[in-house]
């Protein structure tokens, strides 16, 4: 990378920069400085890694050992076959986008009085035309290679630092290479708000005729994440995990269990199923032994926990994060 | 020709040491918070801290009798206590929504047919559509992290916290930060007041396109219209505590001001499993002997195998999962 030297304008002291910095610190007046001609560089970042190989290995066996039925001993048995530190790259965006449009909308005409509602119903089109203007934030992933864990994490931001391809170096990280560059992030960006408008729009609109919109970035930036890959072998098994190393949270890990967590898990299913098919049976043979309906409640209830058990206590994926989990406030 | 800008305090020219990370700064010198154009920024307040390590210790300690208290957890220790200073905007709306459509519901009505021997009732359902014409009208408070992409452990909960608490937020005061909140990790604004706006804007139309859409079956129409009312940046403070019981590290975060728990992760422990799994076995047990008893009765095992069956849904699921998340 090249390096260019300015001037600090507070201070005059000599600062050097690499090609890509579009901010600089002066060292000995403290001001911060902006060049301006570098506008069209994206900013880019990235997070430190905190967690060396040692901890990332605490905390990966501290989460899986909240899990029933794994072997105690694992801070020392587990042993990790492979490990690889990659940075992925994320593009946060904010777009903002005016859509105007103009359709046919649904009304409707109500006929045939019946309580506080009406029996009949007829929907007709009218005109209609308005405008959604708003601002949202989309997170988008640019690694080449599609992986949904590290898809839906709920990344996190703090910390970050300009990003220097030394610091990846000297931990011995592989930099996974962005597939997007800048106009193309704000492109996939803006395409995703689109598709929120024309959600919207087909709310509004039974036929869209017109549509006009407007997007405006009003901010871009790349960030590059650490993530462990973990291969590990324990009770027996062969698992493997994705860590953040960053803040330390689990991505995805196998959970290993020992042989006697799937003699309970088997034992228990057996006693459901066991409660619902003497169920069925007394309920089939009510009348040959006078049990009438009894049986009935373990049809049911024992089934039903009987395939719980198995879902519950075959879930082998442990993922300490999801995003999905949004309440609208 | 200057091709370099340098970031200097506007109220007192005092020289800026600016990160990159933010869209408002403070002035060391005096203090005074100021937007990423130079521009004077007066709208910034703070709930003030009202915790130390004791009352945290306190707390957590309380928690942990109160919420785990099945669980059998002694010999907890925690160890990291880290206060931070987070970053939010308070977005202050009116807004109106006038939303049209119509909601779809069915009835149930009895009626008599026939007469003499055949009389008899018959039940029907009657599918019947209301018009729905309403309006929304109120005054808002969006709560938004100050933060790009970013979230932070128990997010959704500190929103609808500080949305409630931020009445009790003072002027921001820079001395008194440097006295009394000073082990505190102070973290800016990446967000500008502008992009503030929009996105607490967006918040309202989804909230109350949300709101039309729950009153409806189909909305036809659904417009919103709002007027700004004042944008406040706010930092309130929260503390994020780890604790290790068993060799395993579990979370929580507290809001600094009052004291409330915002979100805390509780170790399921083998005694706590053990409990829930009994739960169940005893009642699918109590199901079959009240369905045994009354035998005769259809309804009752068909109830007594559904109740068993919902109930034992959520109680095999603390008998198997890692952890409990409790706010």
């Not at chain 1, 506080?116 to 007829?122: E, L, N």
């Not at chain 1, 492109?187 to 609109?205: D, P, S, V």
């Not at chain 1, 930036?221 to 994705?242: Q, V």
């Not at chain 2, 992009?195 to 949300?210: E, I, M, S, Y």
Request: hydrophobic residues 40%.
């Amino acid at each position: 990378m090249s390096v260019r030297s300015i001037m600090c304008p507070n201070c005059a002291a000599p600062l050097e920069l690499e090609a890509t910095q579009s901010h600089v610190t002066c060292p000995y007046c403290s001001v911060t400085s902006e060049l301006k001609k570098v506008s069209e560089l994206i900013e880019h970042f990235m997070l430190p890694v905190v967690y060396n190989v040692e901890q990332i290995r605490t905390e990966l066996v501290g989460d899986i050992l909240k899990h029933p039925g794994v072997p105690e001993d694992l801070h020392k048995s587990l042993k990790v076959t492979k490990l690889d530190l990659k940075f992925f790259p994320y593009f946060i965006v904010t777009v903002h986008l005016r859509t105007e449009y103009k359709g046919n909308g649904e009304y409707a005409t109500f006929s045939n009085r019946y309580k506080s509602g009406y029996r009949h119903i007829s929907t007709h089109l009218k005109p209609e035309q308005g405008i959604f203007d708003d601002t949202r934030e989309f997170i988008i992933y640019a690694a080449e290679d599609v992986n949904n864990e590290l898809l839906n994490f709920e990344i996190s931001t703090r910390g970050k630092r300009y990003f220097q391809a030394l610091e990846a170096e000297k931990v011995k990280a592989d930099v996974v290479p962005s597939i997007f560059d800048l106009d193309q992030a704000k492109n996939e960006a803006t395409n995703q708000m689109r598709e929120i408008h024309k959600g919207l729009m087909l709310k509004e609109l039974a036929q869209i005729l017109e549509v006009r919109d407007k997007p405006d970035v009003e901010g871009v930036y790349l960030l590059h994440i650490p993530f462990y890959f973990i291969e590990f072998e324990a009770a027996g098994k062969k698992h493997e995990a994705i860590l953040d190393g960053a803040t330390g949270r689990t991505v995805i890990t196998t959970v290993p269990r020992e042989t006697s967590y799937w003699v309970q898990v088997g034992i228990l299913t057996t006693l459901f199923a066991g409660i619902g098919l003497a169920g069925i049976f007394f309920a089939i043979q009510s009348t040959l032994f006078n049990f009438q309906y009894f049986g009935i409640f373990g049809a049911i209830a024992g089934l039903i926990l009987a395939g719980r058990t198995l879902q519950l206590g075959l879930k082998s994926r442990y993922r300490e994060t999801q995003k999905s989990r949004k309440r609208r406030s | 020709m200057s091709l370099v800008k340098k970031f200097q305090c506007p109220h007192c020219n005092a020289p800026m040491d600016v990160n990159p990370e933010d869209a408002i700064f403070n002035c060391v010198s005096c203090g005074q918070a100021s937007l990423a154009d130079g521009a004077i920024f007066d709208n910034h307040y703070i709930l003030r801290n009202t915790l130390n390590q004791k009352k945290i210790h306190d707390i957590v300690k309380e928690f942990i009798r109160k919420k785990g208290f099945m669980r059998g957890i002694k010999g907890y220790k925690i160890t990291n206590i880290t206060p931070s200073l987070m970053p939010f905007w308070v977005v202050t709306t009116d807004a109106y929504t006038h939303f049209v459509g119509y909601l779809r519901y069915t009835e149930t009505r009895t009626r008599t047919v026939g007469s003499g021997k055949n009389r008899r009732t018959v039940t029907e359902h009657v599918t019947v559509y209301r018009p729905i014409d309403r309006e929304i009208r109120e005054k808002r408070a969006d709560v938004l992290l100050g933060r790009r992409g970013s979230s932070i452990f128990g997010y959704e909960r500190v929103k609808d916290i500080v949305r409630a608490e931020f009445t009790n937020a003072v002027q921001f005061n820079h001395d008194q930060l440097q006295a009394d909140e000073k082990e505190f990790n102070y973290l800016s604004s990446e967000i500008n007041i502008d992009a503030a706006n929009q996105l607490g804007k967006t918040h309202v139309f989804d909230n109350h396109r949300a709101q039309a859409e729950k009153a409806c079956t189909k909305v036809f129409d659904c417009a919103t219209q709002l007027t700004f009312e004042g944008t406040y940046f706010v930092h309130a403070p929260v503390w994020q505590i780890e604790y290790e019981f068993k060799g395993e590290t579990y979370r929580m975060a507290i809001l600094g001001s009052s004291g409330r728990v915002i979100i805390g992760e509780l170790p399921v422990t083998t005694t706590f499993r053990i409990i829930f799994l009994s739960l169940t076995v005893l009642l699918l047990g109590g199901a079959g002997v009240a369905s045994y008893f009354l035998r005769h009765l259809v309804y009752v095992p068909i109830i007594a195998g559904i109740v068993a069956a919902v109930i034992g849904f959520f109680t095999l699921k603390n008998t198997f999962k890692p952890k409990s998340v409790v706010d």
